[in-house]
């Protein structure tokens, strides 16, 4: 059985950083690509960034600039940097991942359970 556990959400000062961290465990034969998402009160999830298993990113045009996502594949672990956050970067952040288990034929797309981040002074 796959999961995806993330640690490192908090309450951070605008200006502040976090770090987030989710590790899959499980009967893994791979993973594809991982990824951030989050979702505001009110609005609809969201792609923050994502990185291929060859290292390849991609970052909503929100976050350029002050978050970087990267990934430890010998842990099976992504990694989400952000700083200079901002009251609008509060929200719930999801992590994802297209993980092959072991004796499956197919990969599957597998989400952790959250974690809540907010900006405030």
């Known amino acids: 059985q796959v999961q995806l556990v993330e640690s490192g959400g908090g309450l951070v000062q605008p200006g502040g950083s976090l770090r987030l961290s989710c590790a899959a465990s499980?009967?893994?034969?791979?993973?594809?690509?991982m990824g951030w998402y989050r979702q505001a009160p009110g609005k609809q999830r969201e792609l923050v960034a994502v990185?291929?298993?060859?290292?390849?990113?991609n970052y909503a045009d929100t976050v350029k600039g002050r978050f970087t996502i990267s990934r430890d594949n010998a842990k099976n672990t992504v990694y989400l940097q952000m700083n200079s956050l901002k009251p609008e970067d509060t929200a719930v952040y999801y992590c994802?991942?297209?993980?092959?288990?072991?004796?499956?034929?197919?990969?599957?797309?597998?989400w952790g359970q959250g974690t809540q981040v907010t900006v405030s002074s």
């Open positions: 499980g009967n893994i034969f791979s993973i594809n690509a």
């Open positions: 994802n991942a297209e993980i092959w288990p072991r004796k499956t034929p197919r990969t599957g797309n597998y």
């Open positions: 990185v291929t298993s060859g290292g390849s990113t």
